[in-house]
């Protein structure tokens, strides 16, 4: 079982890269979020793999911290969230704000991703929010939660920012851009705020 790959990335065509290991090349599907904005062909990654077999076919699934990898897991066991549907709730809406949203039964933000409908999310919430406590620990959960700040910021998208590997400031910063920049930006998706957040910081 593959736990762990570490190498440069040769090619990616989303939502999956290759991965050069050793001259090795190993396609690995990781989240939309990251896949599509934060991949930079020859750069070294470090990916946690969920290796799922399957009759026909054998596919890994990378993510950039132990905390994706783990939601992941719990998200799959859920009946009718196969791999490809909870790779999309991680990709769309981050780590953080999955967490946040099936402990705050938040079915609503659940809904936002392709292809959840009501009874989708309500049974994610329903299975799965004791267990995320139990996995997480209810006071690292809490922190999990949409940061305040001084000025209204769309706070989601600061912590999509930071489950993505932005520092603090960065995601603070680009989410002040959004505000001060595109009217009425908290009636966008948090995946279509990620993209324009992601397109200021390259400016």
């Known amino acids: 079982m593959i736990a762990k790959l570490k190498g440069f990335v040769s090619e990616y065509h989303p939502p999956y890269m290759i991965l050069d290991v050793h001259d090795v090349g190993y396609e690995v599907y990781i989240p939309e979020g990251i896949c599509s904005e934060e991949v930079d062909l020859d750069k070294e990654v470090e990916l946690y793999i969920r290796q799922i077999f399957r009759e026909d076919s054998v596919t890994l699934y990378g993510f950039l911290n132990r905390k994706s990898k783990d939601l992941f897991d719990k998200l799959i066991e859920v009946k009718g969230?196969?791999?490809k549907l909870?790779?999309?709730?991680?990709g769309e809406l981050g780590d953080n704000l999955t967490i946040h949203a099936i402990t705050t039964?938040?079915?609503?933000?659940?809904?936002?991703?392709?292809?959840?409908?009501?009874r989708l999310a309500e049974r994610?919430?329903?299975?799965?929010?004791?267990?995320?406590?139990?996995?997480?620990?209810?006071?690292?959960?809490?922190?999990y939660a949409p940061r305040k700040a001084v000025v209204e910021m769309n706070n989601y998208l600061i912590d999509a920012l930071l489950s993505l590997g932005y520092k603090k400031g960065e995601a603070e910063k680009a989410?002040?851009?959004?505000?001060d920049n595109i009217e009425n930006v908290n009636e966008l998706t948090i995946q279509q705020q990620i993209k324009l957040a992601l397109k200021e910081m390259r400016k």
């Open 86 to 90: 909870g790779m999309a709730i991680i």
């Open 175 to 179: 989410a002040q851009l959004l505000k």
């Open 105 to 118: 039964q938040d079915t609503k933000k659940l809904k936002e991703v392709s292809g959840v409908g009501v």
């Open 124 to 143: 994610i919430i329903l299975e799965l929010k004791g267990k995320l406590d139990e996995l997480f620990g209810k006071q690292l959960i809490e922190s």
């Open 81 to 83: 969230c196969g791999p």
